[in-house]
């Protein structure tokens, strides 16, 4: 199983970013998928997770209206949109797999690589 996260980058603040997480070795319809984050000196955090059946979703409090997490089955590929970036979402970002999962942050078995936002003026 791997997990690739890609999209990351430099943004100003207010801008937008979309990260993607490519799966290859499994087919995702089965994964719930969650993005985390760890800033430098951090602990991780849980940032977003969607379910297997794409009926649930779950966000950390400090994205709740400004990030939004998707999933597109035929590409294999999970999306998390971030809104009005703040310097405070600067971090690593990585994604993770759960076989049946329901996108709630304690239950991922796979994970990728990370990608770097950087929230800077």
């Known amino acids: 199983v791997q997990l690739q996260a890609s999209g990351g980058g430099l943004v100003q603040p207010g801008g937008s970013l979309r990260l993607s997480c490519a799966a290859s070795g499994i087919p995702l319809d089965y994964y719930a998928v969650g993005w985390f984050r760890q800033a430098p000196g951090k602990e991780r955090e849980f940032v977003a997770g969607i379910s297997w059946a794409s009926n649930n979703r779950y966000y950390g409090d400090s994205v709740k209206g400004r990030f939004t997490i998707s999933r597109d089955n035929a590409k294999n590929t999970v999306y998390l949109q971030m809104n009005s970036l703040k310097p405070e979402d600067t971090a690593v970002y990585y994604c993770?797999?759960?076989?049946?999962?329901?996108?709630?942050?304690?239950?991922?078995?796979?994970w990728g690589q990370g990608t770097l936002v950087t929230v800077s003026s």
């Open positions: 993770a797999a759960a076989l049946l999962g329901v996108g709630r942050p304690g239950e991922y078995d796979y």
